[in-house]
Nanobody
Framework: VQLQASGGGLVQPGGSLRLSCAASGSIFRLNVMGWYRQAPGKERELVAAISGGSPRYADSVKGRFTVSRDNAKNTLHLQMNSLKPEDTAVYYC????????????????WGQGTLVTVSS
C-alpha cells in the first residue's frame, strides 16, 4: 500500500491550493483518512480528518480548508483557501487501510509529504 501526495507549491497570502493524495495497492477499504502538517521546528499536527461521518478540522483552519474523499478512486483532497503564512508546512496524508495480503490486515500509512509555502 502506498500513499502519494501532490499539489503543494508556493502561493501568496490569501491564495488557494488543492492537495491530493492517491492510495494504491491491495486495498480492501480505506478507513479514516486525514491531512497533517509539520512546520519547521514544530511538531506534526492534525489539519483535517474524514471517515464515514462529518469531517473534523483543526481550529486554525476551520472555515478555510475543506477535506473530501473519493472512495471509488481511493483519493483524498484538501482544498485550502485564504492561505496564511502560518500555513507554511510540509503536508502529509495519512490513512488507516484494510488490505489483503494472503489474509486481511490493517495498517496505518503515510504519504511522502508535499511542501506548501505561503509567502509574498
Amino acid at each position: 500500500v502506498q500513499l502519494q501526495a501532490s499539489g503543494g507549491g508556493l502561493v501568496q497570502p490569501g491564495g488557494s491550493l488543492r492537495l491530493s493524495c492517491a492510495a494504491s495497492g491491495s486495498i480492501f477499504r480505506l478507513n479514516v483518512m486525514g491531512w497533517y502538517r509539520q512546520a519547521p521546528g514544530k511538531e506534526r499536527e492534525l489539519v483535517a480528518a474524514i471517515s464515514g461521518g462529518s469531517p473534523r478540522y483543526a481550529d486554525s483552519v476551520k472555515g478555510r480548508f475543506t477535506v473530501s474523499r473519493d472512495n471509488a478512486k481511493n483519493t483524498l483532497h484538501l482544498q485550502m483557501n485564504s492561505l496564511k503564512p502560518e500555513d507554511t508546512a510540509v503536508y502529509y496524508c495519512n490513512a488507516g487501510v484494510s488490505y489483503y495480503n494472503g489474509g486481511y490486515y490493517y495498517g496505518d500509512y503515510w504519504g511522502q509529504g508535499t511542501l506548501v509555502t505561503v509567502s509574498s
